[in-house]
Nanobody
Framework: QVQLVESGGGLVQAGGSLRLSCAAS????????MGWFRQAPGKEREFVAA????????????RYADSVKGRFTISRDNTKNTVYLQMNSLKPEDTAVYYC?????????????WGQGTQVTVSS
């Protein structure tokens, strides 16, 4: 069992930056690939970014949705059981609830555990 708690959301002007954090409980954090998803009002939840599990040889490998590539960066600190999403050059269309997730597999967006979400609002 993994429990995930996000923080760092808020209101920011277009062009600004935010860093989201996701603190994970449990001793199995390093075994999971981790991801961020988001859901805007009236839209389906969508994939944002993922990072491989800490125990694999390709540690640090990441992938991103095309809409955020070059602006967002996912990272993890396994000593703190925390995954981050650094968001730069924010746009109004990035407004959404952002969810942290422990993935079943790095390559697929199949989620084993979800966080409760944190609101990000980007004003124009």
């Amino acid at each position: 069992q993994v429990q995930l708690v996000e923080s760092g959301g808020g209101l920011v002007q277009a062009g600004g930056s935010l860093r989201l954090s996701c603190a994970a409980s449990g001793r199995t954090f390093s075994r999971y690939a981790m991801g961020w998803f988001r859901q805007a009002p009236g839209k389906e939840r969508e994939f944002v970014a993922a990072i491989v599990a800490a125990i694999v040889w390709s540690t640090g490998t990441t992938r991103y949705a095309d809409s955020v590539k070059g602006r967002f960066t996912i990272s993890r600190d396994n000593t703190k059981n925390t995954v981050y999403l650094q968001m730069n050059s924010l746009k109004p269309e990035d407004t959404a609830v952002y969810y942290c997730a422990a993935l079943q597999d790095y390559s697929a967006n199949v989620v084993n555990y979800w966080g409760q979400g944190t609101q990000v609002t980007v004003s124009s």
